[in-house]
């Protein structure tokens, strides 16, 4: 039996869009639109993607990654997202609770905010997911996690040598 | 603790401020030992430690000519580092750009925009 571990972590991810936030919103409110960006991409083929945006309704994703990273999970293993929208204010706000399963591990449990704000002409989106990451969900390291301790690391040995 | 063996080889290079002075000096061109040790306040041989741990991990690449042993960058190395960071960007970071490019892609596409409004003439 392997040890079971939860880290619970918080990040935000921001973004500015030259398009506005209706259409911002829309492209997380139309199936076909936020197929395109959410499930299809570089590296990895969508097997099913299912919507239903709508309070209380869900979402199901499954895809498959085609190309294989060095500590990623391997060539062909199976990605489920499986998500349930908690809060939708058009345009403004968007919450959905999601969990994520590779092959046949669950690897974590969410609650995702989108909010949009006008910026300009365009929109400022702000990202924050509140997750509960379990034992596996840390070999990937697929989210912010990773990324951010090592520029935080790289930036401690920056200073100490500034 | 995680072993990621090439990866950690080029960060852990990587993560010494001598090291990364000797990277950065090295991004001007190749050097000569002598050379790229000058402005450094330690010894030759340990200035040649540094360059083997750099060498070992594939950020720099070193030649001997004759009696001149010449330094480079390998940019094997630094790429290895660069895809690490890459791929470990959160899936939603990708996601979110993704977006971005969906987003300006439709922008392109001739859509059927909402009836223009016109303005009133004054």
């Keep these: ?59 199901f994703t499954r895809f498959r990654h085609t ?55 365009g929109a400022h989106l702000i990202f924050t997911e509140q997750g509960a990451f379990f034992e596996g969900a840390d070999g990937p390291k697929m989210r912010e996690g990773g990324w951010r301790d090592l520029l935080l690391k790289l930036d401690e040995d920056l200073r100490k040598s500034a | 603790m ?27 061109g190749p050097m000569s030992v002598s050379d790229l040790a000058q402005p450094f306040d330690m010894t030759l041989a340990a200035i040649v430690q540094h360059l083997q741990v750099l060498e070992q991990s594939g950020v720099i690449r070193t030649e001997k000519l004759g009696r001149v042993r010449t330094c480079r960058i390998d940019s094997g190395g630094l790429r290895l580092a660069e895809r690490w960071i890459a791929e470990r960007r959160s899936r939603w970071e990708r996601r979110l750009d993704r977006l971005g490019e969906v987003l300006a892609e439709d922008d392109d596409q001739p859509q059927p925009t909402p009836p223009s409004k016109k303005r009133k003439r004054s």
């Design chain 1, 1 to 59: 039996m392997t040890e079971t571990t939860v880290v619970h972590s918080t990040f935000t991810i921001e973004r500015d869009y030259s398009a506005p936030p209706a259409r911002v919103f829309a492209a997380f409110a139309n199936r076909a639109t936020k197929q395109r960006w959410f499930a299809e991409g570089k590296g990895s083929e969508v097997l099913e993607f299912m919507m239903e945006f709508r309070v209380g309704g869900r979402e």
């Design chain 1, 67 to 121: 190309g294989s990273a060095e500590g990623g999970p391997p060539k062909g293993t199976e990605i489920r997202n499986d998500t349930t929208y908690q809060d939708i204010v058009p345009d403004r706000r968007i919450v959905f609770a999601y969990t994520m399963t590779i092959g046949d591990k669950r690897i974590s449990a969410s609650l995702a905010t989108v909010e949009l704000r006008v910026s300009g002409s």
């Design chain 2, 2 to 28: 995680l072993n990621n063996g090439p990866v950690d080889r080029v960060f852990h290079a990587l993560a010494e401020p001598t090291r990364r002075a000797i990277v950065e000096r090295l991004s001007a």
